[in-house]
């Protein structure tokens, strides 16, 4: 019985740490956002903050960080938002830009006021803000 | 002239466009940007044919340009369409041929977003009434033939102002208005002919599902050329899931003393084998006091997108009119 209860504490604690950790990050000038206005900044549903203009920061489609945010935050999958950006086409409205890598999203995130992105926990510096996280 | 001036301008750019047409990866519907100005360029067709009392119809239905982009607090959106731009048809004395040639404006408009919550809209514009007519393009809904409730209770075009207010918490809450006291930009490309219109729409969303309701009012001539104010209300929800959707949208319409359309309502399904796939089961009923036409319909419908902005459609529609009975396939793409 004991080997039991060890065997399955063990399986936890590698469960754990496998998860991984991401956040959704500014600059030092955003407050706390609620995922509904995560989505709706992602989503393109709004392009404003306040009277803030807002640039939201992708990355690659199919890039494992960017597939985790729009499961855990938007809760679309990649061909539900592949539909989603043809009827915004019809609307007018365009997905968010693109970047190579989160590396890339930090240095935007110093230069543009107003840019938003996500990445991996471990990679968020001090000069970022956390503005909301989520795990696997 | 203003049409005329339109078509210059989009076909100057999307041949500019084309210039830039690999450094933009262009993807079949998403349409492409002009250089780096604020330009998008893009537009849809549908072709179709119909197998109604044995009479088969044969269309070029919808070919139309979009162009759109935001600068700023401003956006802008213009679109210009062919419609019904070829139709062969057999009747009791041969084939007809017709073609309709007029370019007609479906929307012309500019945005101005004050901030998060509130926007501005002026110009023609989609009447955003329930949720049906807010993609209502072939290519982008499930199937062929639209819902009678998308066409008799309420002006599927508004020219005028648009104002909404959202707001973006756990679940989103928008309310809107629209309001036209002025001819349509383009009489001909609506289904009634107004010059007054009044509504006013809440709608709540949270997680999969969304609910909407809508009132007005519009001002339009009668086949006797006297004009008549119309009231209407229409409630909608839809729930959606990665698999399936459930939609529905029911309304009346009257006049100051008796109903006009007395009901219009659909409810439909439609559930996505995989992402290429779907079918669809609509049930539609409606009661029209004005022509005195009462009708029920089970339509039957099926799905092949080989990528999304491709549709290949077919669908069988039973009616309790029996004459209205009748098969559809269309292909349209939007680009």
Not at chain 1, 76 to 90: G, P, V
Not at chain 2, 20 to 44: D, F, K, M, T
Not at chain 2, 195 to 205: I, K, P, R
Not at chain 2, 307 to 314: C, L, S, T
Request: net charge neutral; hydrophobic share 35%.
């Amino acid at each position: 019985m004991k080997l039991l209860i060890l065997l399955c504490m063990s399986t936890l604690v590698i469960l754990q740490l496998q998860a991984k950790d991401y956040a959704v990050v500014t600059n030092k000038n955003f407050n706390t956002l609620s995922v509904g206005q995560i989505k709706a900044l992602f989503l393109k549903k709004t392009s404003f903050l306040g009277n803030k203009s807002i640039v939201p920061l992708n990355l690659s489609s199919r890039n494992a960080v960017r597939l985790s945010f729009e499961k855990k935050v938007l809760h679309m999958s990649f061909s539900r938002l592949k539909s989603y950006w043809t009827k915004q086409h019809y609307l007018g409205h365009r997905p968010p830009i693109s970047m190579k890598s989160q590396e890339s999203i930090g240095v935007f995130i110093k230069k543009v006021d107003g840019a938003i992105g996500y990445m991996e926990l471990k990679k968020v510096d001090s000069s970022l803000k956390i503005v909301y996280k989520w795990s696997d | 002239m203003l049409k005329k001036l339109l078509v210059i301008f989009l076909l100057t750019t999307t041949l500019f466009a084309q210039e830039y047409e690999e450094e933009n990866r262009y993807a079949l519907g998403e349409g492409i940007q002009a250089g780096s100005l604020p330009l998008y360029v893009g537009g849809y067709f549908s072709i179709d044919y119909r197998n109604k009392d044995s009479r088969s119809r044969y269309r070029i239905d919808d070919l139309a340009f979009l162009a759109y982009g935001n600068y700023e607090k401003f956006s802008y959106m213009a679109e210009l369409e062919f419609k019904e731009f070829y139709t062969l048809s057999e009747t009791d004395t041969g084939d007809t041929t017709e073609q309709d040639t007029s370019l007609h404006i479906e929307r012309l408009y500019i945005d101005y977003n004050f901030n998060e919550n509130y926007m501005l809209r002026v110009g023609k514009y989609n009447s955003q009434i329930g949720f049906w007519n807010l993609l209502p393009i072939n290519v982008l809904r499930d199937t062929t033939s639209n819902p009678v409730s998308t066409y008799k209770i309420f002006p599927k075009f508004t020219t005028g102002l648009y104002g909404s207010y959202t707001s973006y918490n756990d679940g989103e809450l928008k309310v809107d208005t629209m309001i036209q006291h002025n001819d349509d930009l383009d009489e001909n490309y609506n289904n009634y002919v107004i010059d007054e219109h009044y509504a006013l729409g809440v709608t709540y969303s949270k997680e999969e599902l969304d609910l909407k309701l809508n009132i007005g009012m519009f001002d339009t001539y009668m086949p006797d050329n006297t004009t008549q104010n119309l009231y209407y209300f229409l409630a909608s929800m839809k729930y959606e899931t990665e698999e399936y959707q459930i939609m529905s949208e029911i309304g009346t319409q009257k006049s100051k003393e008796n109903f006009t359309t007395e009901y219009a309502g659909y409810l439909q399904g439609v559930y996505r084998l995989n992402y290429k796939n779907a079918v669809i089961l609509r049930l539609e009923s409606y009661n029209d006091k004005f022509s005195r036409i009462q009708d029920e319909m089970v339509i039957f419908g099926y799905t092949y997108r080989p990528i999304y902005p491709v549709a290949i459609k077919a669908e069988y529609q039973l009616h309790s009119l029996e004459k209205e009975n009748q098969f559809l396939f269309s292909l349209s793409v939007l680009f």
